[in-house]
């Protein structure tokens, strides 16, 4: 589910993949791309939300396939697709960055979420305990972060996300 300022949650079944607070006046959880101008330090999201800096411009459309939110900042223009796969359990999003200026720019991309891999409700009712279960490890040779949800019973069925950035 997304929000038109690009918050938002993942869910697969009943199990939610990341964590979310239905807020109307901040809405502010979700999965974000975060982009940094190395040079001058100025930071912005993909999307409206987390940052909260208004753009230039900013659209949004909501496809039968995809999202896509575009902004521009100065010369700079962001666009981000999120999609969920038909086939996979899946989610992707796509970071297009173009610059119409003249002058060179080196951006720093971040992806940034909270997993919560559990049903909302158990993470609703205890959001300190809940992260204490979600254990992440790093494939140095695949670039992936691996994460789980360590079992509090042996009939908790395993639970597993994979983050790849390219």
């Known amino acids: 589910m997304l929000t038109a300022a690009g918050s938002g949650y993942s869910r697969w079944g009943n199990v939610a993949i990341t964590r979310w607070r239905e807020d109307a006046t901040c809405d502010d959880h979700g999965s974000y791309i975060f982009l940094r101008d190395v040079r001058t330090g100025t930071v ?5 939300q987390p940052a909260g800096i208004d753009p230039d411009e900013y659209r ?5 396939d995809r999202a896509e939110f ?6 700079l223009m962001t666009t981000l697709d999120v999609l969920v796969s038909p086939e996979d359990d ?3 999003r796509r970071v297009s960055i173009s610059n119409s200026g ?5 951006i720093d991309v971040t992806s ?4 919560a891999l559990a ?14 279960f979600v254990a992440t ?11 789980t949800r360590r079992k509090r019973s042996p009939a908790d069925a395993d639970i597993w996300v994979g983050h790849l950035a390219r």
């Not at 940034?112 to 997993?115: P, Q």
């Open 44 to 48: 912005w999201s993909a999307g409206f």
């Open 60 to 64: 949004v459309a909501f496809h039968e």
């Open 70 to 75: 575009a902004r521009h900042d100065g010369t």
């Open 90 to 92: 899946a989610e992707v």
């Open 102 to 106: 003249t002058r060179e720019r080196e």
């Open 112 to 115: 940034y979420l909270e997993l």
């Open 119 to 132: 049903s909302q409700a158990d993470d609703r009712a205890h959001p300190a305990f809940s992260k204490l």
């Open 137 to 147: 490890e790093y494939l140095a040779d695949t670039g992936v972060i691996l994460a």
